[in-house]
Nanobody, 120 residues
Framework: QIDLVESGGGSVQAGGSLRLSCAVS???????LRWFRQPPGEEREGVAS????????YYRDSVKGRFTISQDNAKNTVFLQMNSLKPEDTAMYYC??????????????WGQGTQVTVSS
């Protein structure tokens, strides 16, 4: 059974930082881990992703230069370092897992989500 457990969300003021973690259990082969977020009343959107085989990363334009996705293979954990946070980053953040990042489908595995709230 594959489980994803997010942690690290919270409330910060604009300009602050948070680091989200996604611990993966039940799967040790290479995979694509993608962070999604869903702001209140809005559609869910992809934020960043990483292919654990090779470390290829992707970021949506609005977070480039502020967010960094990384992996700790020994802990089978992926991190999302979020700096210079803005109120528009407020959302529920979800980590997801798929075989690769290029399948263009809704990932089959999702964590429970962690709330990020940025106040102005």
């Amino acid at each position: 059974q594959i489980d994803l457990v997010e942690s690290g969300g919270g409330s910060v003021q604009a300009g602050g930082s948070l680091r989200l973690s996604c611990a993966v259990s039940g799967y040790t082969s290479s995979y694509c881990l993608r962070w999604f977020r869903q702001p209140p009343g809005e559609e869910r959107e992809g934020v960043a992703s990483i292919e654990t085989a090779g470390g290829i990363t992707y970021y949506r334009d609005s977070v480039k230069g502020r967010f960094t996705i990384s992996q700790d293979n020994a802990k089978n954990t992926v991190f999302l370092q979020m700096n210079s946070l803005k109120p528009e980053d407020t959302a529920m953040y979800y980590c997801t897992l798929d075989l690769t990042c290029s399948l263009g489908r809704r990932p089959p595995y999702w964590g429970q989500g962690t709330q990020v709230t940025v106040s102005s």
